[in-house]
């Protein structure tokens, strides 16, 4: 069975930073591409970045919004991925899911960025 | 970044109806179109993938079309779950968007 799940989020203050985590069983992680995505509290669904496998040098992307701010990240020995948030911003505020191969989503972790 | 355009934003029908969610890209996707299915709390789930194609496990009463700028999530006689919000995301080019949204309301 295939099973994402998140860690990480909480209450975190403008200007701080948070890293959350993705860990990930029942499928070849080494090998897959693994996304970051973000619902927002209005329910807005935003793309916000992607790491590649080793054979394609694990190259990431980002979406303007965060680019310079957040870093994906992976460990294949841990099958898991990350996203290092820095200068979090009170727009930041959302449900961070991980996801791969567009079927298999994790449950979400909250992140709040309020003073 | 290409947006996509959802409509209608809320869709009220009844059990056994059959009902069109609409989505349009603002440039060619070339079908590289996905739909989605979100109940409250949960994580989106993959409805179709590649504009037509069904996810395993998906029922069969879930179709999906379309080309070019234009696609549509057609949903045969309605059931009572099938109560949710629909998503399209675009996944031709980075950084992938999704559209705003179809709140589908069961009568």
């Known amino acids: 069975e295939v099973q994402l799940v998140e860690t990480g989020g909480g209450l975190v203050q403008p200007g701080k930073s948070l890293k959350l985590t993705c860990a990930t069983s029942?499928?070849?992680?080494?090998?897959?591409?693994m996304h970051w995505v973000r619902q927002s509290p209005e329910k807005r669904l935003e793309w916000i970045a992607r790491?590649?496998?080793?054979?394609?040098?694990?190259?990431?992307d980002y979406v303007e919004s965060v680019k310079g701010r957040f870093t994906i990240s992976r460990d294949d020995s841990k099958s898991s991925v990350y996203l290092q948030m820095n200068s979090l911003k009170e727009e930041d505020t959302a449900t961070y899911y991980c996801?791969?191969?567009?079927?298999?989503w994790g449950q979400g972790t909250l992140v709040t960025v309020s003073s | 970044d290409i947006q996509m355009t959802q409509s209608p934003s809320l869709l009220s029908a009844s059990v056994g109806d059959r009902v069109t969610l609409n989505c349009k890209a603002s440039?060619?996707?070339?079908?590289?179109l996905n739909w989605y299915q979100q109940k409250l709390g949960e994580a989106p789930k993959l409805l179709i993938y590649?504009?037509?194609n069904l996810q395993t496990g998906i029922p069969s009463r879930f179709s999906g079309s379309g080309s070019g700028t234009q696609y549509s999530l057609k949903i045969n006689s309605l059931e009572s779950e099938d109560a949710a919000t629909y998503f399209c995301l675009q996944d031709s080019e980075y950084p992938y968007t999704f559209g705003a949204g179809t709140k589908l309301e069961l009568k």
């Open positions: 029942g499928f070849t992680f080494s090998t897959a591409w």
């Open positions: 440039q060619n996707i070339n079908k590289n």
């Open positions: 790491i590649k496998d080793k054979s394609n040098n694990y190259a990431t």
């Open positions: 996801t791969t191969r567009g079927a298999y």
């Open positions: 590649y504009t037509n």
